[in-house]
């Protein structure tokens, strides 16, 4: 049976039909699907999400899709807070006591953003200044992309983009072949058509060698 | 840096978007999409759009175009009207708005904004506050159902103490209607949005009065805002969004051009 070359995930979140439509105005083809085979074969995968991160990662154990996620070793873009769950884990912790367990495949963690008393959440268009990594090719700097978050990682060799408000943290975060940006490039006019064009340019060979982080490069 | 935002409101009734002045006598401006898709390609950070009558007349917005919307257009937008319960907020975040915005039914139940938020998150739940200057008590208070007149009806709200309410049970923006000066364009309420700028931990964005470029200046650096709506001038054609986003950065106001 044929199916899209780019899947994304079905994780029951409530974004999920604009970050579809965002593919589908730059002309990609892609399918909603949490079908464990079809995100194995997908040429790409997206993993998209908004709310909390324990209300997602429980949706993604729900659904036995963390071992197929990790496994994978084609492209992967993870939303805001798709993002989000790429990484070790979550200090939003909602009404428990512990952290939230992510997927690990970043080396990192999500904490508060500090906005040293300005309005949370970081809302709005912001500047972001991204480095050399193929997902930002023709992205200038300072471009504006649209923000809707409180938590945040913080800057490292992972980071892949720059923003700051009240603190300098990473607009974008990747790890070989796994890739996460905090704002949300389907609501972000042009330029986030541009980086999800660069996001349908990869493929699984994309990947053989590593790419250098914003830390070796610019810092 | 955070660009301020300029947010053109449409106001929605049966399908069209209409605009009355001080939220009476709605003339029909035009067609839901194009219009928006118009605005974000002028410049617009963010559409909002208000299904005024739903409150009022016990209506939910009517979703057909909330999809139609998200499909076309590539900047963040905010439905609001007569969502009262999680599952009326589940389908418009999943016909592809960003946020919903709640103004009467949280009045009527304050907790709503708890439940919204402990389900979907603070950053998509915006309050719209429809609030008037009471010139007898000195004091800005709030108005429930304003979407229609005979409906429309005080509470026991002072505005200040509604700001603070809405903060502490979770609402990620707070959207004040200054309802004295809607639609006749004399200029946002500065003093009393410089009021609630301070005890607003959140996005907060200014509604109600916008008639010149000027008074979208002044809102920013007077008042302190996040971001301004405004319908009429807009819908008129008397501000265009291009050219106010570079008077306003001329003047040393963060834009996104």
Redesign the interface.
């Known amino acids: 049976m044929s199916q899209s070359d780019t899947i994304i995930i079905d994780t029951g979140c409530?974004?999920?039909?604009?970050v579809r439509?965002?593919f589908?105005?730059i002309g990609a083809d892609v399918e909603v699907s949490d079908d464990i085979d079809k995100i194995k074969a997908a040429t790409r995968v997206v993993l998209p999400g908004?709310?909390?991160a324990r209300a997602a990662m429980q949706a993604l154990k729900d659904k036995a899709l963390i071992d197929t996620i990790s496994s994978l070793t084609q492209p992967v873009l993870g939303v805001c807070l798709g993002m989000q769950m790429l990484t070790r884990a979550s200090q939003e912790r909602g009404d428990k006591q512990r952290d939230c367990e992510c997927l690990g495949l970043i080396d990192t963690n999500i904490e508060r953003l500090d906005s040293k008393g300005?309005?949370?959440?970081?809302?709005?268009?912001?500047?972001i200044s991204p480095g050399d990594h193929p997902l930002f090719a023709g992205v200038a700097e300072g471009s504006?992309v649209?923000f809707?978050?409180?938590y945040r990682a913080p800057l490292g060799d992972f980071t892949i983009a720059k923003c700051?408000?009240g603190e300098g943290f990473s607009a974008a975060i990747a790890k070989d072949n796994f890739m996460g940006v905090q704002f949300?490039p389907?609501?972000?006019?042009?330029v986030?058509?541009t980086i999800l064009r660069n996001f349908m340019k990869m493929n699984a060979g994309s990947f053989t060698g590593n790419h250098k982080s914003m830390k070796e490069n610019t810092l | 840096?955070?660009?301020?935002?300029i947010v053109p409101c449409l106001d929605v009734r049966d399908g069209k978007v209409v605009k009355g002045v001080q939220f009476r006598n709605h003339e029909i401006v035009g067609d839901i999409v194009p219009l928006a898709a118009r605005y974000?390609l002028d410049g617009a950070?963010?559409l909002v759009f208000y299904d005024i009558t739903a409150s009022a007349h016990d209506r939910v917005v009517d979703k057909s175009w909330v999809?139609r919307v998200?499909?076309?257009i590539?900047?963040?937008f905010c439905v609001a009207g007569g969502i009262k319960s999680i599952d009326q907020a589940?389908e418009k975040?999943?016909?592809?708005a960003?946020k919903i915005s709640i103004n009467s039914p949280a009045l009527s139940d304050p907790s709503l904004i708890d439940r919204l938020q402990d389900?979907?998150?603070?950053?998509?739940i915006a309050i719209g506050i429809d609030s008037y200057y009471d010139a007898d008590t000195n004091s800005y208070k709030v108005k429930q159902f304003t979407g229609d007149e005979a409906a429309t009806k005080d509470t026991q709200w002072y505005t200040q103490d509604w700001v603070e309410e809405v903060q502490r049970r979770g609402c990620?923006?707070i959207v004040l209607n200054v309802m004295n000066q809607d639609g006749v364009r004399q200029g946002y309420d500065i003093k009393q949005l410089a009021m609630v700028r301070a005890i607003?931990?959140?996005?907060?964005i200014a509604s109600g009065g916008a008639g010149t470029m000027e008074h979208f200046l002044e809102v920013f650096t007077q008042a302190g805002v996040?971001?301004a709506l405004a319908a009429s001038v807009f819908h008129k054609g008397i501000i265009e969004i291009e050219a106010l986003k570079r008077y306003l950065l001329d003047n040393g106001v963060q834009m996104?051009l």
């Open positions: 409530a974004n999920l039909s604009s439509y965002a589908e105005r908004v709310g909390t300005l309005p949370l959440p970081h809302m709005g268009w912001n500047q504006y649209y809707v978050h409180s700051e408000y949300h389907e609501k972000s006019a042009a986030g058509a | 840096m955070l660009a301020k935002r974000a950070d963010e999809s998200a499909e076309q590539d900047i963040p589940r975040l999943a016909f592809g960003d389900e979907f998150g603070r950053q998509c990620g923006e607003c931990d959140v996005p907060l996040d971001a996104r």
